[in-house]
């Protein structure tokens, strides 16, 4: 098997190294079908990345986890979570949205994967499938690991050059454990050598420096600081005085209680 092949790219180069910009071809789209009826689709869509690491935030439903498949599906890995070895069944919005969607490179990758929470397990059946030696993993099989642990590992040892397309990562990681998957992002961010995209409620992930954080909120897709966020904002704040929160809270369970009876 030949070596693989290594991405030279100029450090002092300002932008992302290989995915620049995202926009939306309307001879593509399909009105009154979703995913084009979210708000964030109502008058196209324009995303630039100038770092090596993109976090996508917003509530459920904002639609930047519809964004984030469209783009894997764009992109050529599997919409439910995989590389171009791991596809899946092509009838999802990611497809239909990513059908429409219109990429620009400074270097274009094939190498890299889609990873979503709830599909991890699926993927670590194939990825030991087509590669049992399980030292590239630790020296452990995946499905003798917990989920974090498992989730940790391929993070470890898997990341290379390529671009990394994360929906709520955070989901099978403790908090210390994110921020070893933070220090792992970091040091592939500072070689330049891969590209993370990665939709997450954490504020903790969000505090990645260096990082470029785009809400999704009431519609518009902005660029904003972590600090901003509602996530950092809410969880910061609740931290501080949780006592405030909960007794507004469970007072209003203790009414609803008292309503019933």
Same mark, same amino acid.
């Given at each position: 098997?030949?070596?693989?092949?290594?991405?030279?790219?100029?450090?002092?180069?300002?932008?992302?190294?290989?995915?620049?910009?995202?926009?939306?071809?309307?001879d593509? %789209? %399909?009105? !009154?079908?979703?995913?084009? *009826?979210?708000?964030?689709?109502?008058? !196209?869509?324009?995303?630039?990345?100038?770092?090596?690491?993109?976090f =996508?935030?917003?509530?459920?439903?904002?639609?930047?986890?519809? /964004?984030?498949? &469209? =783009? &894997?599906?764009?992109?050529g890995?599997g919409?439910?979570?995989?590389?171009?070895?791991? @596809?899946?069944?092509?009838?999802?919005?990611?497809? &239909?949205?990513?059908?429409?969607?219109?990429?620009?490179?400074?270097?274009?990758?094939s190498?890299?994967?889609?990873?979503?929470?709830?599909?991890?397990?699926? #993927?670590?059946?194939?990825?030991?499938q /087509?590669?049992?030696?399980? +030292? $590239?993993?630790?020296?452990?099989?995946?499905?003798?690991?917990?989920?974090?642990?498992? +989730?940790?590992?391929? +993070?470890?040892h898997?990341?290379?050059?390529?671009?990394?397309?994360?929906?709520?990562?955070?989901?099978?990681?403790?908090?210390?454990? @994110?921020? &070893?998957?933070?220090?792992?992002?970091?040091?592939?961010? $500072? @070689?330049?050598?891969?590209? #993370?995209?990665?939709?997450?409620?954490?504020?903790? =992930?969000?505090?990645?420096?260096?990082?470029? %954080?785009?809400?999704?909120?009431?519609? /518009?897709?902005?660029?904003?600081?972590?600090q901003?966020?509602?996530?950092?904002? =809410? *969880?910061?704040? +609740?931290?501080?005085?949780?006592?405030?929160?909960? $007794?507004?809270?469970?007072?209003?369970?203790?009414?609803?209680?008292?309503?019933?009876?």
């Amino acid at each position: 098997m030949s070596p693989r092949k290594r991405f030279r790219i100029d450090s002092d180069v300002i932008g992302s190294p290989f995915l620049t910009r995202v926009g939306i071809k309307p001879d593509r %789209v %399909v009105e !009154g079908e979703h995913p084009f *009826t979210l708000p964030i689709l109502s008058n !196209g869509l324009s995303l630039e990345f100038t770092t090596p690491v993109t976090f =996508l935030v917003g509530e459920n439903g904002s639609g930047k986890s519809s /964004v984030l498949e &469209a =783009l &894997a599906w764009a992109t050529g890995f599997g919409v439910q979570g995989g590389s171009r070895d791991h @596809q899946f069944a092509d009838d999802s919005e990611g497809s &239909a949205l990513g059908r429409a969607l219109a990429l620009s490179w400074r270097q274009r990758i094939s190498d890299g994967f889609f990873l979503r929470a709830e599909t991890f397990h699926q #993927f670590s059946t194939h990825l030991e499938q /087509v590669d049992s030696k399980f +030292f $590239r993993y630790g020296g452990k099989s995946l499905h003798q690991r917990s989920h974090g642990e498992a +989730f940790l590992a391929l +993070f470890e040892h898997r990341f290379d050059e390529g671009i990394y397309l994360l929906d709520e990562p955070e989901a099978a990681l403790s908090p210390q454990r @994110q921020l &070893a998957f933070m220090a792992i992002m970091h040091g592939l961010a $500072r @070689q330049r050598i891969a590209q #993370f995209i990665v939709a997450t409620h954490s504020p903790i =992930l969000l505090c990645l420096p260096g990082a470029r %954080v785009l809400s999704f909120e009431d519609g /518009v897709i902005s660029e904003t600081d972590y600090q901003d966020t509602e996530h950092y904002r =809410l *969880t910061r704040e +609740f931290l501080m005085d949780p006592s405030r929160y909960l $007794r507004h809270l469970l007072a209003e369970d203790e009414e609803d209680d008292h309503r019933d009876d």
